[in-house]
């Protein structure tokens, strides 16, 4: 099946391309020029397989948390792309993304993206399960919903702290954490997420990922703007 998947979530634009050749896959460190390089990234990936866009037939991109800009650039190519092409497009939840390379991972994977103000979006896995909701949630909040497992095995198994936020996170939430010795850092920093969006969506059903003509990515909090003239 002919995939696109897109992620712009971070200052690491990343693209995948799946067909029966198989799976291409680039990231360019691209700042804050993600919606000037990305449709070039695209074309490039479509020449280099072969392959028109009229014979793409799913196309994947970040549903969110995150930031909102980037969160907005890769969905709009992919409705664009969705709309005017008659395919389906599916939207995976970043945190969902970022913590699927830690579906083997022998504890809690929590993969955190720094949400400013003192919080970050955050989640709690554990076997490639999501444990809790999707979190804007400070140190402490965190620190919270890991005792709150109460779970006597997972409160002895170690903890990977994945993703752009983990390195930020670390210190906070070891300060407060009983045993902080179980707090592994895998920060990923420059790192894209489309190939773990290709897969994901490649394992699933796609019914379970497809977004619908009118929905929109997952936001957890107001922007500023919004928050400004109290939308």
């Given at each position: 099946m002919n995939i696109l998947a897109l992620d712009t979530t971070?200052?690491?634009?990343?693209?995948?391309?799946?067909?029966?050749?198989?799976?291409?896959?680039?990231?360019?460190?691209?700042?804050?020029?993600?919606?000037?390089?990305?449709?070039?990234?695209?074309?490039?990936?479509?020449?280099?397989?072969?392959?028109?866009?009229?014979?793409?037939?799913?196309?994947?991109?970040?549903?969110?948390?995150?930031?909102?800009?980037?969160?907005?650039?890769?969905?709009?190519?992919?409705?664009?792309?969705?709309?005017?092409?008659?395919?389906?497009?599916?939207?995976?939840?970043?945190?969902?993304?970022?913590?699927?390379?830690?579906?083997?991972?022998?504890?809690?994977?929590?993969?955190?993206?720094?949400?400013?103000k003192s919080c970050f979006y955050a989640a709690l896995y554990?076997?490639?399960?999501?444990?809790?909701?999707?979190?804007?949630?400070?140190?402490?909040?965190?620190?919270?919903?890991?005792?709150?497992?109460?779970?006597?095995?997972?409160?002895?198994?170690?903890i990977a702290l994945c993703g752009p936020g983990a390195e930020?996170?670390?210190?906070?939430?070891?300060?407060?954490?009983?045993?902080?010795?179980?707090?592994?850092?895998?920060?990923?920093?420059?790192?894209?997420?489309?190939?773990?969006?290709?897969?994901?969506?490649?394992?699933?059903?796609?019914?379970?990922?497809?977004?619908?003509?009118?929905?929109?990515?997952?936001?957890?909090?107001?922007?500023?703007?919004?928050?400004?003239?109290?939308?």
């Amino acid at each position: 099946m002919n995939i696109l998947a897109l992620d712009t979530t971070g200052s690491v634009l990343s693209a995948a391309l799946s067909s029966p050749d198989g799976t291409r896959h680039v990231e360019i460190d691209a700042g804050s020029r993600h919606s000037e390089l990305l449709m070039e990234l695209i074309d490039w990936l479509f020449k280099s397989a072969g392959l028109k866009k009229e014979e793409l037939e799913l196309v994947a991109c970040m549903k969110g948390p995150g930031s909102f800009t980037g969160l907005r650039i890769a969905y709009a190519a992919a409705k664009g792309l969705s709309l005017a092409l008659g395919i389906p497009m599916a939207a995976v939840p970043t945190l969902d993304c970022i913590a699927y390379p830690f579906s083997i991972w022998p504890g809690l994977a929590i993969p955190c993206i720094d949400a400013k103000k003192s919080c970050f979006y955050a989640a709690l896995y554990r076997g490639g399960k999501r444990l809790t909701d999707y979190l804007d949630a400070s140190p402490e909040t965190l620190a919270e919903a890991i005792a709150g497992t109460h779970d006597e095995t997972l409160l002895k198994e170690p903890i990977a702290l994945c993703g752009p936020g983990a390195e930020m996170l670390f210190p906070l939430i070891a300060r407060i954490l009983e045993k902080p010795e179980r707090l592994a850092i895998f920060p990923l920093f420059r790192r894209g997420n489309s190939l773990s969006l290709l897969e994901l969506v490649q394992m699933n059903d796609i019914l379970h990922y497809r977004e619908r003509e009118f929905s929109g990515p997952l936001y957890l909090r107001k922007s500023d703007a919004e928050l400004s003239l109290n939308l």
